[in-house]
């Protein structure tokens, strides 16, 4: 008996510090928004590449959708990833495909612009902005050649809200509201040329 008595007393301060440790953790960790998700996702092989043909579903947060319409640029990162199986060694990238897309608000012309790079597009509405922002149709991945036929490949697709590209303070902001933590859940699929 005395030895749970001792134990008990010793843990009383231990599981408060856990618990603490715990929900800080979880408050830092992007949460898995039901915001932003991968709808479709296919890849295609044609005599000068693979293409990617993907569909993603976006729903901003009230608080995005404030900073947006106050002049706050929103960054999303779209990344899709294609490994080769390999049994005898650890499995090989053959495509590791990263895209930012851009999103921002003119107060002065009431617009929405949408860029990837330097190539802009003006929308009149958000809803307009973010069918343009939310569809990839026909992106060359690679040149042709790097699949072969009859192969069989793993491709992870995902889209993410890169607080990273936010203003300092609503970076620090990000990291204890989840509205600005927008990351889909990843989709994966196999690919067989």
Do not use: C
């Not at 106050?70 to 080769?84: K, Q």
């Not at 990291?175 to 600005?180: E, R, T």
Request: charged share 20%; proline share 5%; net charge neutral.
């Amino acid at each position: 008996m005395g030895f749970f008595m001792r134990f008990f007393r010793k843990s009383e301060f231990v599981i408060p510090l856990t618990a603490l440790i715990l929900w800080m953790l979880a408050a830092s960790m992007p949460v898995l928004a039901e915001g932003v998700r991968v709808t479709h996702a296919s890849i295609y092989a044609s005599e000068e590449g693979q293409y990617l043909d993907a569909e993603f579903s976006l729903d901003l947060t009230p608080v995005l959708e404030d900073a947006l319409n106050r002049g706050v640029s929103l960054t999303f990162n779209i990344s899709l990833e294609v490994l080769e199986p390999r049994w005898y060694w650890f499995n090989k990238v053959l495509i590791n495909f990263h895209q930012d897309r851009r999103l921002s608000f003119n107060p002065l012309t009431r617009t929405y612009r949408f860029s990837i790079g330097s190539l802009y597009l003006s929308f009149g509405t958000l809803e307009d902005a973010l069918q343009a922002l939310t569809h990839l149709n026909h992106m060359r991945l690679s040149e042709a050649g790097r699949f072969s036929k009859g192969g069989h490949y793993e491709a992870t697709l995902q889209m993410k809200l890169d607080v990273s590209q936010l203003p300092k303070p609503f970076q620090l902001d990000a990291f204890s509201n989840s509205d600005w933590n927008l990351v889909s859940k990843p989709m994966s699929w196999t690919v067989k040329p």
